[in-house]
Each structure stands twice: as structure tokens, then as C-alpha cells.
């Protein structure tokens, strides 16, 4: 059993040295026909890396607007089109939520001019009201710090999260948590608390969240301008959507309920850049094939002035199995060195710092290169050499070596 | 050197078909026992068949008839697999053409059938091969290219190649053929030596006289048969 691993392993290795020796001779038509090799490959794996990262990015982005699937709601007065207070919608609402048995159900109530002050610095915040569930439909995630809990609403100074914009306006960068701030405006006086710091990317302005209970108790005036929302499984969201907007209606008679679902892949955004990456694969793709068969034009032609070196390699003990395998192998291992050269192209156009600075500015963390490109692109290099040598080898193989010898 | 008994023809025949559907009998019926450390000469015209028997003896080909055994085991039926096996491990051949690989350096020609090998043989086929390339007087020569070598100078490297892998038998067809008789003469006589000192057996297939008179054992190969031309008495 040993001896025969070890004989696999030595028949490997001496094919690989064969098939090496056999393209370090022939560098150039090597060299030449397998530049179209490494440029395919780059291709692909530059495309779907590309593809992917974006598609990263984006799902990112598009799942803090609300993960899939997202049902919005509102409800208003059909009659002059105001919005409804929260105390007249919200227990409707959480009623319908129980009643559907959903898990992830938040209000989203929206509390402008608010003004947060520290010992330093006061600025003016947008202040969200929600319930515990929304970080769970938001991605959000809180690296300092905790998210709000239910147990909040309990508290005198109620909790606040923040965002890091939120730390660095108002100077509180590196002050340990919890901290106090006040809050201001809009019926609003109260000295908060801050219990945690999401990562979430805002765009300049700062921005916390409290609970939607505790906005309620301490904005004097009741706060109108609210959404509600829920995180429900993908399947079948649509007719949930309708049955929760028929039992909002019923909840909330004679008045106007809008429930949809508005996550992005309600409206198609489940590949940002799947047609251009289709386009760019069956380019490559093209390319491949030509590479491919230009290898192996030159290695059928090849194999042909190489008849007597086979007969001498027979002679020398070398089976049909070898002699097959050692020829496929020189094919295989010439497009795998295109392959790694392929990938490491697109790596240096992906990971470029001109690609990152101008194709994706604006972007703080952009994903590492996906390690699936570039085991893809070595895969397609791979199989591409297998299909290339399997007609050189399967001629080297039928070679007679009596004639062969005297060829 | 010992009388172990390394290759016995008995009877054997090799028949080919012609493109009108006539049968060819290349060789009729050939008898011949090899002993380890012989040196045996067969001589004959040119179409009689020589060639065809050292195929046969060297299992790149198969008789119609007849008996072949390889050190007491019968091998005239076995597989290609089974052949090219003892192939790899007993048998090295010298080619008049001299046969070495293109491209390749003198070293990575006599390193060529170590491939074929396993463990230490394959692992230390470079020390081998130097070695091997030092005994026939090319040890400051292993990274030359065998185009820009003498006739002789080829046909050493394709006698180390030959005898890299410690054969049982060499077979040598018409290994002075391309060279001048004082060359021809030199490589000859180192071939002899160097089987001779590696225990191996050397069968050598010629047209010349000459050649064939360096052997222990001579044969005259005609009408499909080997006849005796004459003997050392104690072989």
C-alpha cells in the first residue's frame, strides 16, 4: 500500500519534472500560445472578484435600508393626507405584528431639531426612535458599547446609540462608555445616556437612536412623523404584505395603511452588476476558447516532430499511461503558470490603489479580493489545460514505439 | 561472473501481415539462452530480421510463436504495462542514431530513464547520472548540449543512459553505425567494458564483422534463425 502511494507520488512528480523540462525547452511557442491563456483568465477573475466585492458592497448598503424581506408601513388620513400620531398608530400595529407572530417588528419615529450638547461641543442630531428589533432588520451592528433593550424604557436618562459621527462632532472619541449628553428641542430636555456606538456609515450629520417608547415619554407633543417596519422570511413577504395591509385597515378604520415590501430584492437589486459581468464573462470566455485552441493547434503540431523522442521514452519503460499523463501534463501545467499570472493580474487591476482611489472613492472599507476568483480563475486554467492536452496525449499515446524508435 | 540466466528464446517466430493479406515470417524459428556478463554478437544482412529480434528481445514487440522467458518467467503474453515494467528495470538500449532526447543537456539525457524509477533512483537521479556520465569519461561534459558533441562523444552519453538504471541486458543495435572505424572501435570497446563491469549482459546486433567479433558469442542471423559462428568455450 505504501510502496504503491509512493509510486503514484514519484510517477507524479516525475511527470510534472518531464512536462517542465519539455516546456522550458519550448519557451517561446509556450510563452506565445499562452498569452491569450493568462488574459482570459485574468478576465474572468477580475470580473466576477470585481462583481462580487460590488455585490458585497452593495447588498451591504442596501441591507441597512432593511434585509430582505422588508415590509414597510404607514398610515395616514385619506381625507387631508396627514400622517397619523404614534399613539393612534403604533398599538395597532404591534397588535397586527403579534397577531402574524413577527419577531423582527420596529417603529420608526423620526424626532427633528433636536440638539445634543456635551461639555464641549453642541450640535444638532437626527434622533430615531425604535424598538430593540431594529438592529436586527438594519444589519446594525455595535462594535462599543451594547444595542437598546427592551429593560430601557425603564430608565430615568434613557439609553442612546450612536454613531461615530455622533462621538467625533460632539468631541466624546475615546470617552468610556457610558456617557451623558443632552438632548434639546421639539418638547424635548432630557440628559441621556449613551450605551453604544454603531459602525453604521452616516452621511455628516450625527445620528441616535433611542427607544420608541422612551421618545414617546420625552418628546412633549406627540411625535407624528413615523414608519413602521418588519423583517419577515423572503418567502411568501409579498402576500404577507397584503394580508398585513388588510389587517392594519381593520385595525385603523377609515383611515389610509400602505404595507410593501421595499427591500432591494423586491425591485431586482439581487446582482447590481449582473448583466456587464455576463457580458465580460462570455468575452473572456471567447477569448479563453481562441487561447485554448491555439495551445492546442501548437501542441498537435508539436507532437507530431516529438513521435521518435515518445518511442525513446517507451523504450526507457515509460507506459502508455505515463506517456499519456506526461503529455497532458505539459499542457496543464504550462496553463496553470498562465493561470497563477492571470490571477495575479487581476489582483494588481482589482486591488489597484488607482482602481481603489478613483473606480470605487467614497467607499471606507473596501472588501479583501474574494479568494473564490481566484480559485475560479486557476480552476478554468486548469480544466482549460486538461481539455488542451487530452488530443496531444491521447496521439502521444498511440505512437508504436517499434516505428516510433526508427521514425 | 555468474551463469544466471537472463533471457531464453525458444522456438520463437514473428509473422507480420502484408497489405495484400500474405503473411511476412520475419523470423521462423529462433533459439537462444543469455546468460548474465554475456557479450553475444548477432550478425546478418540487412532485412533479416535483426531488428525485429532485438524488438522482440527487448519486449517493445510481441512473437507469434514461440517461447520468450525473462529471467525463468514466461513473458511472451504479458501485458504492456507488465513489459514496459521490465523494460524500465532490466533492459537499456543503445541506438545506432543514438537516439538522445532534443534540447536536453547530456546530464538531463542519462536522467531521462531515471524518471521512470522510483524512490532513491528517481530522488538522487542527478548523483546518479554525474556518476554515470563520470564512468564513460564525461564527467566534465554534463551540461553540454549533445548537437554540439562528436559522434563518440553522443553515443558515450547514450551508453550512460543505457546503463543508468543497472540493466540486466543491453541491447545495441548498430551502435557503431554512424561513426568512423577508429571511433566505432573506442565506443565498442567501452560498451564492452562497461557491461561488463556492471554484470549486464550485451547483445549486440550488426552488420560488421568487426563488431560482431568483439562479442564472446557469435550468431548469423538467416532464413528466420540464429546459427552459431562460434563459441568461447567457457562462457
Redesign the interface.
Known sequence: MRAAA??VA??L??ST??AW?ELR??KLRVLLSLVGVAVAVASITATVAAGQIAKQMFTESYETEGRPAHISISAYDDRNGMPLSVERVRPAFQTVAERFGVTYASARISAFDIKATTAGSSKRVELMGVDPAYAAIHRVVVPQGRWLEESDKESLSPALVVDETFLKKLGLQGTPLPTSVDLRGQGMSVTATIVGVTSMRGYGTPRAFMLADSLVHWQTGAPTDAGYEMWVPVEGADELAGEINAAMRAELPGLQVDAYRDDYMAWGGEDPIGPIKWVIIGIAGIILLLGALSLLNIALVTIQQRI??IG???????????VFFSVMMESVVATVVAGLVGVLLAVAAVKNPLVEKYVLQGIDDVPPFPLSAAFLGLAVALAVGALAGILPAMIAARVK??DA??F | MSSEELLRLTGVARTVELPDGDDLHILTSVDLLVRRGDHVGIVGRSGTGK?TLL?LL?L??RPTGGTLEWAGRNVTDIS??QA??????D?G?V?QQF?L????TAL?NVM??L?????KE??QRRRIAAAMLDQVGLGDRLDAMPQFLSGGEQQRIAIARALVRRPTVVLADEPTGALDVETGAMVMKLLDQATYESGAALITITHDQNVAALARRRFRLAEGRLHPLAEEAAV
Open positions: 509512493a509510486r514519484t510517477g512528480a516525475a519534472v518531464e523540462q525547452i519550448h521518435r523522442e525513446i521514452r517507451r523504450s526507457f519503460g515509460a507506459t502508455t499511461g505515463r514505439i517499434i524508435i526508427r | 531488428s524488438n527487448g517493445l514487440d504492456g504495462r514496459a515494467r521490465i523494460r524500465g528495470r533492459v538500449f541506438f537516439n532526447l532534443p534540447g536536453r538531463e531521462a530513464p524518471l521512470y524509477a522510483s524512490g528517481f530522488w
